[in-house]
């Protein structure tokens, strides 16, 4: 500028920065699509993703797919308490004492266990302290006809676990990822349905 | 060059508003770097999930989810509410039958378990000469052992008094090897009723008054309320409920000379001096048995002439009471017989005379017929063991004579609460070996030569004897914390290395069971049960097998379940004496005892309420709860009598000299509205030295001011001379005024029972609001609603512990309370009722005039938050972070509060806290906790390892600039309507009980009913629609959520 005060270009700037930053901050998401490195690569597909036979070369029948394992054989808590619980590592020994020890994750998972030590999963679908959510309120939901509250088929009409309403498709990831905003207001695009029935007091979450 | 500038070149004016191609160039890229900066997406934290390594089996439904273990702690069972392997509150077991109670002492215990002072491991003091080395159990365990072979019947074991089974037998089996000798010993002994129960029956099995069933109760500085762990406080308020036409309310007569809690929930009151109390008991006899010639001691030679001196004018005098007010308290005796009761045993039993007061009682009980009538339960009743401080004097002698080789200490601390006479300190110089199994280096561990720290009851297995043929096992509820061991673990390891089989057995199972090889890959293995583990599991296998239980393994898992287990072998207690009894005539000797020539001025020592014998003095929670009388809090203070503090031109805090002749001490002056005008009183268990950061220096040792006499330690009827010493220590109230004037503030509803029969709403009167501007909220569904019975509500304060160890609340320490800024979200007010009087009085509230204090009725009221259905706070919060729920609550969010405080200062109740310092974290930066001292001392109050283990993790901890306040115990409703969704059951309603809040769960009389008022049947719908009820301030048309039911004091002689 030549010298001469341009008051105008400074507020511009400043301007600019807030209506940039508050757009920015408003539309970006730092949840959706989180997608952590995990201390072992635990891969759902293989967990709990539907079975895919193939024939190998030998001619044998093998499931290069998944076993099917339900959520709930490893994730107990859901149903139960307000918590959702990543499982011991015992829940995973219960196979894996004898199963795919020639794994290098599998190897890996034994060599926490026989440390003593627990596994620093890192959480993904973290929220923010002053949240408290409640899992069993959700998943056990139920209108007055007694039809659970979350649908239970997918966007296909296919059957779905209650779980991938919110978490999506695990069984279908290989690492975890966030699946949706899990923002406030994705809570409450639910919470105000009027068939939902649903609290938007603020203590149901913020005690 | 710019645009302008060629412009200049070509003689033209610049063009003010042109913006030429480089500045747009550099204002874009200001643009561009602003938005890069605003809309860069951070990446969340990384915050861990860390399940379990190997999770214990029985723990797949505990996940995020409370566990209960019954214990016991001080005698009393306990339920405690643990999280993720930690205890974080105590409530009262349910279904206990063995009569006792629980103190405030009792629900904070939580804090002595965390209290960062206490000793990390055992240490090597040397009796303070020099630094405390760390010391190892390897080393002293034997070293122990090897000294008491050595030492022989030269060693003692001091200890306080004794109600475990298992250690009784652990410290028999000791001394059978060693010959090691046990002394027990209280400072708060109190063995008056004892002595008369031994000189009029024979055996000191004292009967246990029932309340419930009175008509009528005198108390004779009767103490029951004060004490709490006795377990009267449920039978007391049986018998408040106006009304009613199977059991109506009874009438409660104290005569006293300290108002205490329980003379403050008297119906009336008459002022006696401690020393005096014998003889007005006796004259009170005297009236009955000789000049009315009432009941079997009428005809009894011995009584009559025991009795003759104490004719009612004769003690009216020398007491200074009205004649007339003694006659009439004795008719009332006399037309009430079977179905009144007469009750000593509060500390004017400390006194000379504290034997013949007991007589007293027991004459004027056998007179009335109340053993007859079943109002004395002697199989109730408690084996009073009494010498403690007999042989602690004598166990001083020897030790000063060099008898004594080795001390061995253990939950006592004679240095801080022996009477001065005794000079234990000087007497252990000369003791060669002095250990301490105390839990800190306190004022006797210091003096010691090895501090060796016992385990907290909650970390350690014993076991308890209860009333009523009662035990109890004392499980612990978590892992040591630090380096200590049980109390029973260290006897029996003892008892092994001494040879004795049972314990040896119990040592070698427990040795056993740590060379178990846990499996392959399992994490480390869980320590191994305990030595004392071991060794209960062995005399209780005895124990349940000769009551003929089947299987030790579950009948010992049933007992803990239960809590209780009864004891069917033992026998009863029922002597045919004892119940047509008839009094020893020798026994009527005692009574001379009473003639007691008053001292000018008396002094009476009086166990704090909160923190008895002062062991708990490092545990904040103990040392805010406002004393229920003298609302005082971090420390006490010299109470004096209204008058005599006016007349010596005293005001609250100024420091005055007591004088007992044999010790003194100087404390703040109170004027303690009710005292006897020639009675002082100081509390007990204050003045701590060495108990931590938090609880030394705070307050007065008041213990050497107690006479050793005769065997007993005399804590009432002190002659004593005071003196003004000049200067002032501001005393820390937890409330501010006094005197309240129900015709202008009419903020506490009370009547009479006369009033009230006439009309069930009286004393609920007050200015009618107007019409509002608001809207009614409407609730189809669950509104949740309290109801307070102030009836029932004796201020013992137990309901605010129990919100404090619920809701994670802070301690704000001396300096907070001075600054008037408490955080307790529910508080006991207690208030004077000013009587009527014509032309009524000039404000509403204030500090005492003497015609008010001088006898003063008295009026406790729990306040909290009212969730007002036109919620003044709600209204003025910019930031929309309190409003109302859809089912009556109103909510307080802190993640939107700003900290305007506007609502706190629209709340007409002030029932709102606001943390104006961060409490629940460290402040790093050292510049800031040297420029405001106060940030070290509230981190010193609670943020301190492993304090903040006591924390509720479903209640926020709240951190600087958060406006907080009672919330109905949110946490607990949402968890009630998340089972009842779990459950499959509608939540439009909530039966009675669903929902039991902190203070509700912890209010020992019931006094608190919660729950929700449109469910049909409800209990609080039933008493906030009772006439008795009243909602506060009307006038400002606030709309409370909590009803409170008229207090109605029985005048009906």
């Known amino acids: ?207 | 060059m710019n645009s302008n500038d060629t412009r200049a070149m070509a003689g033209q004016e610049p063009d003010a508003s042109a913006l030429d191609r480089r500045d747009f160039l550099r204002l874009s890229g200001v643009l561009a770097a602003a938005g890069a900066l605003g809309s860069a997406a951070c990446s969340p934290p990384q915050e861990a999930t860390i399940p379990f390594h190997d999770m214990p089996e029985n723990l797949v439904d505990g996940m995020g989810r409370a566990q209960f273990f019954h214990t016991v702690i001080d005698g009393s069972p306990v339920l405690v509410r643990t999280r993720e392997g930690r205890p974080i509150l105590v409530t009262p077991s349910p279904n206990d039958a063995s009569g006792r109670g629980l103190s405030a002492r009792h629900h904070a215990a939580l804090m002595d378990l965390y209290d960062p002072d206490r000793a990390r491991g055992p240490l090597s003091v040397r009796r303070s000469q020099g630094a405390t080395v760390a010391s190892s159990w390897a080393a002293i365990l034997p070293d122990v052992a090897s000294r008491l072979k050595a030492a022989g019947t030269k060693a003692v074991l001091l200890t306080g008094p004794v109600a475990s089974p298992a250690i009784e037998a652990a410290i028999a089996a000791l001394s059978a090897r060693t010959g090691l000798r046990h002394v027990a010993w209280s400072p708060l002994e109190n063995d008056a009723a004892g002595t008369a129960w031994t000189q009029a029956f024979g055996h000191a099995r004292v009967a246990r008054p029932r309340l419930a069933e009175a008509d009528l109760v005198v108390g004779l500085g009767a103490e029951f309320l004060d004490r709490p762990e006795e377990g009267f406080e449920r039978d007391f308020a049986a018998r408040r409920a106006p009304g009613q036409t199977e059991r109506p309310m009874a009438r409660f007569v104290q005569l006293e000379g300290r108002l205490t809690l329980t003379g403050a929930n008297a119906d009336k009151r008459i002022r006696v001096r401690d020393s005096q109390l014998a003889a007005v008991g006796a004259a009170l006899a005297h009236e009955l048995v000789v000049v009315r010639k009432l009941g079997p001691l009428a005809s009894v030679a011995e009584a009559s002439t025991a009795l003759a001196p104490f004719a009612v004018d004769t003690v009216a005098k020398q007491a200074g009471v009205d004649a007339a007010v003694l006659r009439t308290l004795a008719g009332e005796l006399a037309a009430k017989p079977g179905k009144a009761l007469v009750v000593a045993g509060g500390t004017a039993a400390t006194g000379a005379s504290g034997a013949a007061l007991e007589l007293a009682a027991l004459i004027l009980n056998v007179t009335l017929g109340a053993f007859d009538a079943g109002l004395l339960d002697e199989a109730a009743g408690v084996e009073t063991k009494a010498g403690g401080a007999a042989a602690l004097s004598a166990l001083a002698g020897e030790m000063a004579g060099g008898g004594v080789d080795v001390l061995v200490l253990a939950g006592v601390n004679p240095v801080y609460d022996a009477p001065g006479a005794i000079k234990f300190s000087d007497a252990m110089a000369k003791v060669r070996f002095v250990l301490s199994l105390n839990d800190r280096l306190d004022e006797t561990s210091l003096l010691a030569d090895v501090l060796a720290p016992a385990s907290h009851p909650f970390e350690s297995w014993s076991d308890a004897a209860l009333p009523n043929g009662l035990v109890a096992i004392q499980q612990p509820v978590i892992q040591p914390l630090f380096d200590t061991r049980g109390l029973l673990d260290l006897l029996v390891e003892w008892a092994a290395a001494a040879g004795d089989p049972a314990a040896l057995a119990a040592a070698g199972a427990a040795a056993a069971a740590l060379k178990v090889v846990p499996p392959t890959g399992a994490a480390t293995p869980a320590p191994s049960p305990s030595v004392a583990w071991h060794y209960l599991r062995a005399a209780w296998a005895v124990r349940l097998a000769s009551a003929g239980t089947p299987a030790v393994e579950t009948a010992w898992n049933d007992v803990l379940r239960a809590g209780t287990w009864k004891d069917g072998a033992a026998k009863e207690h029922r002597s045919e004496q004892a119940f047509r009894p008839a009094l020893q005539p020798t026994a009527f000797s005692l009574l001379s005892a009473a003639d007691v020539k008053p001292a000018e001025i008396e002094l009476q020592l009086y166990p704090h309420l909160a923190l008895a014998d002062g062991r708990s003095g490092n545990n904040g929670w103990l040392q805010e709860l406002p004393d229920p009388v003298t609302r005082l809090t971090w420390g006490g203070a010299l109470s004096i009598a209204p008058r005599r503090f006016d007349e010596m031109k005293l005001a609250n805090g100024d420091l005055v000299e007591v004088d007992a002749g044999h010790a003194k001490v100087i404390a703040p002056a109170y004027r303690h509205a009710g005292m006897h005008h020639d009675q002082v009183a100081l509390p007990l268990g204050l003045g701590r030295a060495a108990c931590g950061v938090i609880g030394s220096g705070i307050g007065v040792n008041a213990f050497p001011l107690g006479q050793l006499s005769n065997g007993r330690i005399l804590a009432s009827g002190l002659a004593v001379k005071l003196r003004k010493a000049g200067g002032n220590e501001t005393l820390a109230f937890g409330q501010g005024a006094e005197v309240l004037d129900r015709e202008q503030r009419a903020l506490v509803p009370a009547t009479t029972l006369t009033a009230y029969e006439k009309d069930h709403k009286s004393g609920t009167e007050q200015p009618e609001g107007g019409p509002s501007a608001w809207p009614a909220h409407e609730y189809s569904k669950v509104r949740w609603a309290m109801a307070i019975d102030l009836n029932k509500c004796n201020g013992c304060g137990k309901c605010v512990i129990g919100c404090q160890a619920e809701n994670n609340i802070p301690v704000v320490g001396r300096h907070g309370m001075l600054n008037g800024r408490p955080m307790s979200w529910i508080r006991i007010d207690r208030y004077y009722d000013a009587p009527a009087r014509e032309g009524g009085w000039d404000i509403g509230v204030w500090d005492g005039p003497l015609e008010v204090v001088e006898e003063p009725a008295t009026l406790f009221q729990p306040m909290l938050c009212q969730h007002c259905e036109n919620a003044p706070c709600e209204t003025v919060c910019p930031f929309v972070a309190t409003m109302h729920s859809e089912d009556g609550l109103n909510q307080q969010v802190y993640n939107r509060c700003v900290g305007t405080r506007y609502c706190a200062n629209n709340c007409p109740f002030k029932v709102r806290r606001y943390n104006f310092w961060e409490y629940s974290k460290e402040q790093e930066s050292a510049f800031m906790r040297w420029l405001e001292p106060r940030i070290a001392k509230n981190a010193a109050l609670n943020v301190r390892a492993p304090m903040q283990m006591k924390n509720n993790p479903e209640v926020t901890v709240r951190s600087r600039g958060v406006m907080e306040k009672c919330s109905f115990c949110i946490q607990r409703i949402r968890a009630a309507r998340s089972d009842a969704t779990r459950d499959g059951k509608g939540k439009d309603h909530f039966e009675d009980g669903a929902v039991v809040p902190a203070c509700m769960e912890a209010c020992p009389t019931g006094a608190i009913t919660f729950g929700d008022v449109n469910a049909p049947g409800s209990k609080v719908a039933a008493l906030s629609a009772d006439p008795r009820a009243m909602r506060l301030l009307d006038a400002l048309g606030v709309k409370p959520s909590i009803s409170y039911l008229a207090k109605v004091r029985n005048d009906k002689a």
């Open chain 1, 1 to 207: 500028m030549s010298g001469r005060k341009r008051p105008v270009y400074l507020l511009a700037a400043l301007g600019a920065v807030v209506v940039t930053g508050s757009l920015g901050y408003a539309l970006s998401n730092v949840r959706k699509g989180y997608e952590p490195r995990q201390p072992i690569l635990f891969r759902h597909t293989r967990m709990a993703g539907a079975p895919v036979w193939q024939t190998n070369a030998k001619g044998e029948k093998v499931n290069v797919g998944g076993f099917g394992i339900p959520c709930v054989y490893c994730h107990t808590m859901p149903y139960k308490g307000r918590h959702s619980t990543v499982p011991s590592t015992a829940v995973c020994m219960n196979c894996h004492t004898s199963v795919g020890l020639n794994k290098e994750w599998v190897l890996k998972l034994k060599e926490y266990w026989d440390r003593g030590e627990p596994i620093p999963w890192v959480k993904v679908h973290d929220l923010p302290d002053f949240v408290y959510y409640d899992h069993a309120a959700h998943v056990n939901a139920k209108d007055e006809q007694g039809r659970p509250k979350l649908p239970l088929t997918d966007a296909n009409g296919k059957p779905m676990v209650v779980c991938q309403n919110c978490h999506g498709k695990v069984e279908e990831m290989e690492i975890v990822s966030v699946q949706n905003a899990f923002n406030m207001q994705w809570c409450l695009d639910c919470h105000r349905k009027p068939e939902m029935k649903a609290s938007t007091d603020c203590v149901t979450c913020h005690r």
